[in-house]
Every structure is written in C-alpha cells, then in structure tokens.
C-alpha cells in the first residue's frame, strides 16, 4: 500500500509547516464545502431499541414515552451539529499531487504549495 499524502497550502499555511513544523487541523465549519462533515440523516424513533438499552444501563429503569421523545431525534434539534463539532478538528490530506481544483482551493489559487 502506497503511505504517501499530500498537503495543499496556501502561503500562510505553507510559512507555518516551514517555520514552525505544525500542521493546520480544521474545523468543519471552516471547510469550503457546507455540506462537508454533516451527519447522515437517520432519524431515530421513539422505539429505538439501541435507545432504550443504553437508557436502562445509564439509569436502570425503563425510560418514560417523555424520556423517549426527549432523546430522540438529537441530531434534528437546532444547533446539535454545531455542538457536537465545537471541539472536532480535521487534518485534510490527499494522494493527489497533480489536482488542479485542489490547486485552486487549498493552495491559494495556484499560488501556493504542496507538501
């Protein structure tokens, strides 16, 4: 298996690798593309099993039809995908050395390089 990535950069980016030897992690709701990182849309009902047995372990009771409705669905509430990804960061690297949209993307519209 072929172990060799590539980084795109920009010059501010670029200066930072060179200089300081660190690599910049995002956070998704910094990428280029709004749908990137978004959580697959499977809506969990009120009988979710999977719900129910981690409600039993966490409290040792059953959970309430109130209890249900309160957990299910986390994901669809307002602002849960920005909670949830306050904290993640993620380093973007890829097998292609050659590509000319990640030139003009990430490598500051051609003007920047490629590690």
Same mark, same amino acid.
């Given at each position: 298996?072929d172990w060799i990535f590539y980084k795109y950069s920009d010059f501010e980016g670029a200066k930072c690798i #060179? ?11 910094? %990428? ?13 009902? %009120? ?5 129910? @047995?981690? %409600?039993?372990?966490? !409290? +040792?009771?059953?959970?309430? #039809?109130?209890?249900?409705? /309160?957990?299910?669905? @986390? ?6 995908y920005k909670n949830i990804t306050e904290d993640l960061r993620i380093l973007c690297l890829t097998k292609n ?7 003009? !993307?990430? /490598?500051?519209? !051609?003007? +920047?390089?490629? %590690?």
């Open positions: 298996m #060179l200089t300081k030897g660190t690599l910049k992690f995002d956070k998704p709701s910094a %990428f280029n593309d709004p749908f990137d990182c978004l959580p697959v849309n499977n809506k969990v009902t %009120f009988d979710n099993p999977e719900l129910v @047995i981690k %409600f039993r372990r966490q !409290h +040792g009771r059953e959970p309430t #039809l109130n209890e249900k409705m /309160a957990n299910a669905n @986390i994901l669809s509430r307002p602002n849960a050395k050659n590509n000319l949209l990640m030139w003009s !993307h990430y /490598a500051g519209q !051609h003007k +920047g390089c490629c %590690f």
